[in-house]
């Protein structure tokens, strides 16, 4: 089992930057990729970023170029940057802990609001 806690979601203005931090805990041994995802209003969940147990990083296009991914493996951390926000970025985001195709544990989520 893994605890899963995001934080850094906030409003900013259309252009601007956050940090979205997804801190883990439990049996983090077990999980091959962290993944961060967010739903809109009325919109399907939708997987943004993801950093698997060996580094390697995919992104969707609509955030490619503007969102990275990168962890901390001493504080067990996953972030995920984004900048050049736009209000179509508005959205409750998540973290979620991939074990397998298809089995995950999900953070509560954190609400980014982008103003224009």
């Known amino acids: 089992q893994v605890q899963l806690v995001e934080s850094g979601g906030g409003l900013v203005q259309a252009g601007g930057s956050l940090r979205l931090s997804c801190a883990a805990s439990g049996s983090i041994f077990s999980i091959n990729a962290m993944n961060w995802y967010r739903q809109a209003p009325g919109k399907q969940r939708e997987l943004l970023a993801s950093?698997?147990?060996?580094?390697?990083?995919n992104y969707a296009d609509a955030v490619k170029g503007r969102f990275t991914i990168f962890r901390d493996n001493a504080k067990n951390t996953v972030y995920l940057r984004m900048n050049s926000l736009k209000p179509e970025d508005t959205a409750v985001y998540y973290c979620?802990?991939?074990?397998?195709?298809?089995?995950?544990?999900w953070g509560q989520g954190t609400q980014v609001t982008v103003s224009s």
């Open positions: 950093i698997t147990s060996g580094g390697s990083t």
């Open positions: 979620a802990a991939e074990f397998s195709p298809d089995f995950a544990s």
